[in-house]
Nanobody, 125 residues
């Protein structure tokens, strides 16, 4: 079992930055799992934001965040990060981290089998 806990969300003005963290705990370490960040705005479906492979050597981003967000990980700390720069009001959402223990390397919600509870990010204009 893997427990994921996100933190770092909050209220920020447009153009600002936030750094989200996702700490994993439990009997399994996430160091061998691809990890992802997703977000869900009110009234919308949960959408893919970014993905990182087990070692951190490969990343992939949604077009909407490419060049502004950076996903990274520290396997020694069992933690994944999402650095968000140049934030826009349309980035407002609950952000979730997720673990892909089956190593599907997909972009869909169904490719990930462990989820955190989410952290709210609100960007004011």
């Amino acid at each position: 079992q893997v427990q994921l806990v996100e933190s770092g969300g909050g209220l920020v003005q447009a153009g600002g930055s936030l750094r989200l963290s996702c700490a994993a705990s439990g009997r399994t370490f996430i160091s061998s799992y691809p990890m992802g960040w997703f977000r869900q705005a009110p009234g919308k479906e949960r959408e893919f934001v970014a993905r990182i492979n087990w070692s951190g050597s490969s990343t992939y981003y949604a077009d909407s965040v490419k060049g502004r967000f950076t996903i990274s990980r520290d396997n020694a700390k069992n933690t994944v990060y999402l650095q968000m720069n140049s934030l826009k009001p349309e980035d407002t959402a609950v952000y979730y981290c997720a673990a892909d223990s089956r190593r599907q390397y997909g972009l869909a919600v169904g490719a990930y089998d462990y989820w955190g509870q989410g952290t709210q990010v609100t960007v004011s204009s």
